[in-house]
């Protein structure tokens, strides 16, 4: 759960609300919420299946989030990249695999650990 809620608090500037209405407010944080559910949802999940199957290496929610804020156009390439998904990955596909997996690195990271703790209960 940390890790969900430090990528939407570093990307999603939650901790930068300036001083609006409270309709303003209401408005902004809806945005921000919708955004998450795509972020997640429909970009992360999928591509994380694909970039562990063909790739085998495991996708950061914090670096996708980070590069999805960061490039905004590429969340619809990667959308209708993933409608019209064939075996093959795209050039988007790649991008992520290539900025936004894991580092390697001797400590294990999150999915890891998840991994390790569900397999030993």
Avoid at 33 to 58: A, E, G, H, S, W
Avoid at 67 to 94: A, D, F, G, Q
Avoid at 101 to 113: C, G, L, M, P, V
């Amino acid at each position: 759960m940390e890790i969900i809620f430090k990528s939407w608090k570093s990307n999603l500037n939650f901790d930068k609300i300036h001083n609006v209405s409270k309709k303003q407010l209401i408005v902004i944080l809806i945005a921000r919420f919708i955004m998450i559910l795509i972020c997640t949802q429909y970009i992360f999940r999928p591509c994380k299946t694909i970039v562990k199957n063909i790739f085998n290496k495991d996708l950061s929610l914090i670096k996708v989030t980070h590069y999805l804020m960061r490039n905004p156009t590429k969340i619809i390439e990667i959308i209708l990249e993933l409608c019209e998904y064939s075996e093959k990955p795209s050039r988007t596909i790649n991008a992520m695999v290539r900025y936004c997996s894991y580092d390697k690195r001797k400590r294990i990271n999150y999915e890891q650990a998840r991994n390790n703790y569900f397999l030993l209960s």
